[in-house]
């Protein structure tokens, strides 16, 4: 993107000061990194930049408004509704393509949507090592709004924890030990003391849950939630409460907002950087250029389900239209240089919501092949996580 500092990083990039950054990650925190990471962070032009400010603020203002709350009322599962929804999530992102026009102008693509938490902890840790390691001009960062790495960590503790003692407060997850975020989970558990539980080890009194630390029973007060409730029915783990029920906890972001600010909100928001998007279910006739489109499950995750050579006698033989999505393709730009061809880029914008939306980080994911999934990137180099980084 900064032809300049592209330059610079590649001409100076060395496997040993690669392999020095890897190590120094995966030695770092309990867990290493279940992932692959890149070997270079995205140098984001200021314009760049801007025009994903803009496309988050148009977004930000659908996802928090009153009408878009109303259009989400049926989003959630019934079987998977839990009581005690709040007005807003306190973590939701937006995951963008980035594409070219004809013009040879970049600009953001919206892909994704999420209310629920993405790598927010460890990904303080990468930007550190990646500085550590790596000549990084000192005016460039992952964080917005002049957001330095000590306020993020504040922030980070004010909407998990919030007045409550971390004693009292667990990452929840099913077999946190065994997830591909598990490094999340000790990244989040350093900066701030939250300890990682899985779901099958909360134990019910009346309302109250507890947890087992030590030999002892810990009440707890409020739930830092990583647990994909659509997974549990995929799963062997029983768990010693009805998630349907009233108890006093608050959970941090209540799980309704994983279903309400998701695929299942594209059809709904619009604007210049959102790709047209259906409801399966509301098609009486299809798009006559189907191979512009994929097909998305509703309610799946990790790319899960998506289908993306999609014909009319594909679309004719789903039994169950509602729980799909017709999506616009988009087509990402090749973008960064590397030493073997271009890697493309898909960029996540991370919010806080704390009384108002804050955007405070980002990540990114580069690939090289059909989609951006690990199987598309099998030996290939370049490609995985990593960040933005921009002027400040």
Same mark, same amino acid.
């Given at each position: ?12 990039? #060395?496997? +040993? *000061? &690669?392999?020095?950054? @890897?190590? $120094? ?6 867990? /290493? %990194? ?113 957001? #330095?790495? +000590? *306020? &993020?960590?504040?922030? @980070?503790? $004010? ?6 003692? /971390? %004693? ?117 006739? &299809?798009?006559?250029? @189907? ?102």
């Amino acid at each position: 993107m900064i032809t300049e500092l592209r330059k610079k990083f590649n001409s100076e990039f #060395t496997q +040993e *000061k &690669y392999e020095a950054f @890897l190590n $120094d990650i995966n030695t770092l925190l309990k867990y /290493p %990194a279940d992932f692959r990471i890149s070997e270079t962070p995205l140098f984001l032009s200021d314009d760049l930049k801007n025009k994903l400010l803009t496309a988050c603020d148009e977004l930000c203002r659908q996802v928090t408004s009153n009408d878009f709350k109303l259009k989400m009322k049926d989003a959630v599962p019934p079987h998977l509704h839990i009581p005690g929804e709040t007005d807003h999530s306190e973590f939701f992102v937006f995951d963008f393509a980035i594409c070219r026009n004809e013009s040879g102008e970049y600009y953001p693509k919206l892909i994704e949507l999420q209310g629920f938490p993405t790598l927010y902890g460890y990904q303080y840790f990468f930007e550190h090592k990646l500085k550590k390691h790596f000549n990084i001009p000192d005016n460039f960062t992952s964080y917005f709004g002049r957001i #330095t790495p +000590e *306020k &993020y960590v504040e922030m @980070l503790r $004010d909407v998990i924890v919030g007045d409550a003692d /971390p %004693a009292n407060v667990i990452l929840l997850e099913i077999e946190p030990e065994k997830q591909k975020t598990r490094i999340d989970f000790a990244a989040t558990e350093k900066l701030i003391g939250v300890t990682q539980v899985c779901i099958s080890d909360v134990i019910k009194h009346g309302k109250v849950l507890f947890y087992k630390k030590n030999g002892f029973e810990i009440p707890i007060e409020r739930i830092y939630n990583r647990v994909i409730f659509d997974e549990l029915s995929r799963t062997e783990k029983n768990f010693n409460f009805d998630l349907q029920e009233e108890l006093n906890v608050k959970w941090i972001p209540h799980p309704n907002w994983f279903y309400k600010i998701s695929k299942y909100s594209l059809p709904v928001l619009k604007g210049e950087f959102v790709p047209k998007c259906f409801y399966l279910r509301d098609l009486t006739s &299809y798009p006559n250029d @189907l191979e512009n489109y994929v097909l998305k499950p509703l309610f799946s995750f990790a790319g899960l389900g998506v289908k993306i050579d999609v014909t009319k006698q594909m679309l004719d033989e789903i039994k169950d239209p509602e729980k799909y999505i017709l999506q616009e393709k988009v087509e990402y730009a090749p973008l960064i240089e590397t030493p073997d061809e271009f890697a493309k880029v898909e960029i996540r914008m991370m919010y806080f919501y704390d009384k108002e939306p804050i955007l405070v980080n980002n990540l990114v994911r580069q690939s090289k092949g059909k989609m951006m999934g690990v199987d598309f990137n099998k030996n290939k180099t370049w490609v995985g996580g990593s960040a933005a980084l921009h002027r400040i």
